[in-house]
């Protein structure tokens, strides 16, 4: 998957389909409260979900470093957790526009807003924390340990905690029912999950630049004649 | 060059309906939501080309440096 191409073009081609659809296909009667906004749903929440794809595929790649110590697993994990990272801020930045007309403010004291902002700091302190250490084998060891860590955290944070809680005005958390619920017709449907599964073919490709780089300087230093 | 020829035809299409000012012109009509969506979209598509590039070039030095060994 990191080599082949047909994946990326199926990628582009929904992301573009749902930003044409999901800018068209809306029906102005079904809004309710989000008004036109509702949009958001094919541009905010993919971003999300491009997250979590690369995550889950970073820790996998940490598991698959501990048990083979083949230093090209911890370069797919660190990649795609630098990535996945952007895509999280990507996530917040955007939520946060979409909360200011909303809920009338840039950030709320939401569990899912915070929970989101935690899983991101931990993401954000394992790259500090592989920049942090020099020595190769060293680095793709502790940040592989942590990653198995991380993860699970993440997903508590993010995703699960917010659920927990008894007020929240994120949808899909708290007492507020998801999109899913909503009395809207299936035109979000038809653009949302293409969109969902567009981004995360994205966020792979943009993934697979970094790492078939870093392959590239692998293999350039592998390959030097001793002089 | 497959891609850009496709991408022209596009443009071209849509540069077709931007010119023609009849009254059932869509991107006259909805408050002019399909300037929007074709703003967007060539955005979007000029970043999908970029990234296509990089893996292109990307491509040629793995080529090369498996030609070398």
């Known amino acids: ?227 | 060059m497959k891609i850009k020829l496709i991408f022209l035809f596009l443009l071209s299409f849509i540069a077709n309906s931007l010119f023609a000012q009849t009254q059932d012109n869509p991107f006259y009509s909805n408050g002019k939501i399909y300037v929007v969506v074709t703003v967007i979209s060539i955005i979007f598509t000029g970043i999908i080309i970029y990234l296509i590039q990089i893996d292109r070039r990307l491509r040629k030095t793995e080529k090369e440096l498996k030609d070398k060994n």
Do not use: Q
């Open chain 1, 1 to 227: 998957m990191i080599y082949s191409n047909w994946w990326k073009y199926v990628g582009a081609a929904f992301v573009l389909y749902s930003i044409i659809g999901g800018l068209l296909f809306v029906n102005p009667n079904n809004l309710l409260f989000l008004d036109e906004t509702v949009r958001n749903l094919n541009f905010h929440v993919p971003m999300w979900f491009a997250m979590i794809a690369l995550l889950f595929i970073s820790v996998i790649n940490s598991i698959r470093y501990l048990k083979t110590f083949d230093i090209k697993y911890d370069i797919i994990a660190s990649k795609c957790a630098a990535v996945g990272v952007l895509f999280g801020l990507m996530g917040l930045a955007t939520g946060s526009v979409w909360a200011r007309f909303s809920w009338g403010d840039w950030w709320t004291a939401d569990a899912k807003l915070n929970g989101a902002a935690i899983g991101e700091l931990l993401y954000l302190a394992y790259l500090i924390l592989r920049n942090s250490i020099e020595e190769p084998s060293k680095k793709a060891r502790l940040s592989s340990v942590y990653s198995i860590f991380a993860f699970p955290i993440f997903i508590v944070f993010a995703w699960i905690y917010p659920k927990m809680v008894t007020n929240s005005m994120h949808p899909g958390s708290g007492d507020t029912v998801g999109f899913n619920k909503y009395p809207l017709n299936n035109n979000l449907r038809m653009t949302f999950y293409p969109a969902v599964i567009g981004w995360v073919c994205m966020g792979w490709w943009m993934t697979t630049l970094l790492i078939r780089n870093e392959f590239l300087i692998l293999n350039k230093s592998k390959n030097k004649t001793p002089d």
